[in-house]
């Protein structure tokens, strides 16, 4: 599903005749905003070929995807941080700690806290943007109190430390979790959580309950876990929508019932990180951004690329990517590819993503999911998506083995199949 490292070579190649060269011999450079899976890929892949510039706010990486098992407690999490300078310097592309204050595309420039970057392409990987106010009605205060009491850890950073605290210390009462409507960051996700939570309540024997709100329709294999292990900690709710939430009060109020809570994971509507919008590259009235399914290219700007959880619908079949570490990871694969192929004055169709990821189903003894997704073009051009999912059942560090190849092979250590 790669780029092929010889089609780089040869476009570097043709890097002394090509017309994007700059004034006075330079490469071109390419500008990433973003430092997660797919900012990383791209950066990679690119590196032997432009000036690369990887943009990212956080000063290490932290992986989110297993980083659930942290909250598990069958990992120290340590796996899960890497140092973005080795990356850089692995690969040789340049690494700026900063953030961004705005995208000035008709200058092709981006203005960070550094200073100001031209650029030649611009690779936009910025993640998902959740605004907590919507769950409040838009009060911002009560927002703020909902980020710093409940916070949905959908996003690197210390509240994934902050909820193991939460949950370490939670010791009777109802815990409540939301799921938000999809799309939304790493789709078993908040099932998982509800898995580790209702384990807790079980093992540590808790006068204890946990209530799982979904908007969405049930995930069957979820709901026959909850049923066949959890009867008794878990009541889930599919198809069902928190109309309101007072978080001072620790009520919501959902479609047929209202609810009070002692401690809960409060996940908001997702969208595309608010900087998409800020630049232009989300339709009107959708919170995604807007790009050509098969390059990532921004509707309406050749030289700008979205990859990542940012992006919108891709297909009218089924709607949107799933957003995972390892689809996001393709994405900058086949932008970096597309761009190599423009520099080399070439043609071609790119490839097509795809994903895998994993998630417990049960802790002890250890059960995970393994889903699957690949993709395929139907004759008049549409793309069609076929999910495979397989439980493990009896585990032998499958998931382990596909991290530590993901992270050699976006820090300078290998190279996943």
Not at 140 to 148: G, K, M, P, S
Not at 181 to 194: F, G, K, N, Q, T
Not at 338 to 366: K, M, N
Request: with cysteine; hydrophobic share 40%.
């Amino acid at each position: 599903m790669s780029f092929d490292r010889r089609q780089f070579l040869l476009a570097c190649a043709a890097l002394g005749t090509t017309p994007w060269l700059r004034a006075g011999g330079t490469r071109p450079r390419v500008v990433v905003i973003g430092g997660g899976w797919g900012g990383l890929s791209a950066a990679r892949h690119l590196a032997g070929l432009c000036d690369v510039v990887l943009v990212e706010r956080n000063a290490r990486f932290i992986s989110l995807p297993l980083a659930n098992r942290v909250l598990a407690g069958v990992d120290d999490g340590r796996r899960l941080h890497q140092d973005y300078q080795a990356a850089a310097d692995a690969f040789h592309y340049r690494f700026l700690h900063g953030t961004v204050q705005g995208i000035e595309r008709e200058r092709r420039q981006v203005v960070t806290s550094q200073g100001p970057l031209a650029y030649d392409w611009l690779i936009v990987a910025a993640g998902i943007g959740e605004d907590d106010a919507l769950l409040v009605d838009g009060n911002t205060e009560a927002a703020r109190h909902l980020r710093r009491h409940f916070a949905s850890a959908n996003t690197p950073g210390e509240e994934i430390r902050q909820l193991q605290e939460k949950l370490a210390g939670f010791n009777a009462g109802e815990f409540l979790i939301n799921v938000p409507p999809a799309p939304y960051r790493c789709p078993p996700a908040p099932y998982e959580r509800a898995v580790i939570v209702a384990h807790a309540i079980k093992s540590r024997q808790l006068k204890a309950h946990l209530t799982l709100i979904d908007p969405n329709a049930p995930w069957p294999g979820y709901q026959r876990i909850f049923h066949e292990f959890f009867r008794e900690q878990v009541t889930y709710l599919p198809n069902t929508r928190l109309r309101q939430l007072d978080p001072y009060a620790r009520r919501v109020s959902l479609d047929f019932d209202d609810l009070k809570f002692d401690e809960a994971i409060l996940m908001p509507p997702q969208a595309a990180a608010p900087l998409c919008r800020a630049a232009g590259l989300t339709d009107p009235g959708s919170a995604w951004a807007a790009v050509d399914p098969r390059r990532f290219t921004a509707r309406d700007d050749e030289r700008v690329f979205v990859i990542g959880d940012s992006v919108g619908a891709v297909s009218p079949v089924f709607g949107h990517y799933p957003k995972t570490g390892q689809l996001a990871a393709r994405m900058g694969e086949i932008v970096a590819g597309v761009i190599a192929r423009q520099i080399a004055g070439e043609s071609g169709e790119p490839p097509l993503p795809d994903s895998t990821c994993f998630a417990y189903l049960h802790l002890a003894p250890p059960r995970f999911t393994r889903i699957e997704t690949r993709y395929r073009l139907r004759g008049d051009g549409v793309l069609l998506q076929q999910i495979q999912q397989q439980q493990e059942n009896n585990p032998q560090g499958e998931n382990d083995a596909w991290l530590d190849a993901w992270h050699g092979s976006l820090f300078g250590q290998g190279r996943p199949g």
